[in-house]
């Protein structure tokens, strides 16, 4: 049987392998291999509990104020701690910023150059070879639109780091709420880089992403999965603080239901890690597994995490299902819409928010950790549910985990057919040239996938591999 091998799969947010095997030019089974390992969780064993924060932010560039906001979720969860309306909707407003940008970046930059010719020139080229089959008066406003992307997803990143310091990991999301005033300087400068990104959102964003869909029709096929969905809830709500303001809630096989942490499980038995219990229950407040490279079976440093045994798809897709009422299907342009959908609906919120800021409240309450606890932060980042759970003894961190949509979306499979649901979705994809199997990426990147997340790179003395554009 054929196979086709990618590694790294360039254009997401660092690089993984993806391995494919084809019967008569489909996919007919693929394998995701996270290949570096994400070492936090030892690092933040004996610190004390205030710098998860700070620590966990860094796991990523691209959603770091996801993990800010999911560790003082996590250590709030650990005492009794009240928040005010203004910490909750400082907290948010960074937090969909991020979002923004992120999405904004996932299309232009990492995604359309599989649609488009944008450039004959690195680092555009090398690349596979297809047909770009947009009108050419398109493909120049798109070409346009991609570079026009860099500056208003900065100001997507400006705004959160108006409030938050800094962006990407920013210093203000701290356990009690946040540390910053919302003067009414801050949230004119807020209110003017929000409309420039509303201009390119609904504007660009979704002419060029219909653009694609027309062009490309096969990709409103092509990546579906079975209908099996997973979310925490998105951000929290100013005025009930302790609940998401979007209700999390999973869907299997089409049917919604609560989530019950207790029904979400992890296993490391195709996974590079071992421990003396290979699948673990959550509320995940064990020690984390050793590594162990040369583990027989494994392919990947991204564990299996399940909902009630299923493979369960997280992210903008998920959300568009639970409350959008979203009843279209789950390939390829269905997660792209529903991301641009999302995008949309941010900004409204954001524009209600930042015009409910009140200048003379206080948006931080002292928070201190106690002697010894335990508590979970469980908030859907861009690409979906992100739990992070700690563990407090002698004032110090004595365990912590964190499982990120990636893990959801691509981790490894249990046995030898319950897939990742990134797996599964590149199942049954037509391969047209085998030496240019572009359909490859455009799948993988429908996901938005984010190994750094999932994993995290220590390999410094390690020679790197010569790779292909993709
Ligand atoms: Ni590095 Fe992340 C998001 C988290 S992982 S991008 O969104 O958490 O999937």
Redesign the pocket.
């Known amino acids: 049987m054929a196979k086709i091998l990618i590694g790294p799969v360039t254009r997401e ?2 690089p993984m392998a993806v391995e494919v095997s084809l019967a008569n030019k489909v996919i007919s089974d693929a394998k995701i291999m996270g290949r570096h390992m994400r070492g936090f969780e030892y690092m933040l064993a004996g610190l004390v509990p205030s710098d998860a924060p700070y620590f966990t932010e860094r ?5 770091s104020t ?2 800010t906001y ?1 560790s003082c979720l996590a250590l709030e969860d650990a005492t009794t701690h009240d928040l005010t309306k203004n910490g909750v909707l400082i907290r948010n407003i960074i937090f969909l910023g991020d979002l923004l940008q ?1 999405h904004l970046r996932h299309f232009y930059l990492l995604s359309v150059p599989d649609y488009v010719h944008l450039a004959e020139e690195p680092p555009w080229l090398p690349r596979y070879t297809f047909r770009d089959r947009l009108p050419s008066a398109v493909t120049k406003r798109i070409t346009a639109n991609y570079f026009k992307a860099f500056e208003v997803s900065r100001d997507a990143h400006t705004l959160s780091a108006n409030f938050g310091g800094r962006t990407p990991h920013t210093w203000s999301i701290q356990p009690g709420g946040a540390t910053v005033q919302p003067t009414g300087e801050k949230i004119m400068r807020a209110l003017a880089n929000l409309r420039l990104v509303k201009e390119f959102v609904t504007g660009a964003y979704r002419e060029d992403l219909l653009a694609l869909v027309e062009a490309y029709p096969e990709y409103s096929e092509y990546g579906s999965r079975p209908h099996n969905y997973i979310s925490f809830g998105l951000v929290r709500d100013p005025d009930k603080p302790s609940e998401p303001f979007l209700p999390g809630g999973a869907v299997l096989e089409g049917q919604k239901e609560a989530v019950e942490v207790t029904a979400i499980s992890e296993s490391i038995e195709h996974s590079w890690y071992s421990a003396a219990k290979e699948v673990e229950e959550g509320p995940f407040y064990h020690r984390s597994p050793e590594p162990d490279r040369q583990k027989p079976g494994a392919y990947s440093f991204i564990k299996a995490v399940r909902y009630k045994g299923k493979a369960c798809e997280g992210g903008p897709i998920a959300r568009a299902v639970l409350h959008g009422g979203y009843q279209g299907g789950n390939a390829v342009w269905d997660r792209h819409l529903a991301r641009q959908w999302e995008a949309e609906r941010a900004v409204e919120l954001m524009e209600r928010w930042i015009n409910q800021l009140q200048e003379n409240q206080p948006s931080y309450v002292q928070w201190e950790s106690p002697e010894a606890g335990k508590g979970q932060g469980l908030f859907d ?4 549910p ?1 739990g992070h759970w700690v563990e407090i003894a002698g004032g110090k961190i004595k365990n912590y985990t964190v499982v ?4 959801w ?1 691509m981790g490894t499979r249990v046995g030898a057919e319950n897939l990742s649901p990134l797996e599964e979705a590149l199942i049954g994809t037509p391969i047209e040239d085998v030496e240019n199997p572009v359909e490859i990426g455009r799948v993988v990147r429908s996901f ?3 190994t ?3 994993v995290h790179v220590i390999t410094p003395t390690r020679k790197l591999e010569p790779f292909r554009i993709v």
Do not use: E, K, Q
């Open positions: 947010n660092t796991i990523c560039g691209i959603c996801a993990h999911a992120n980042a861009m690409r979906g992100l990120t949509p990636s893990v979306n938005d996938p984010c750094a997340c999932a």
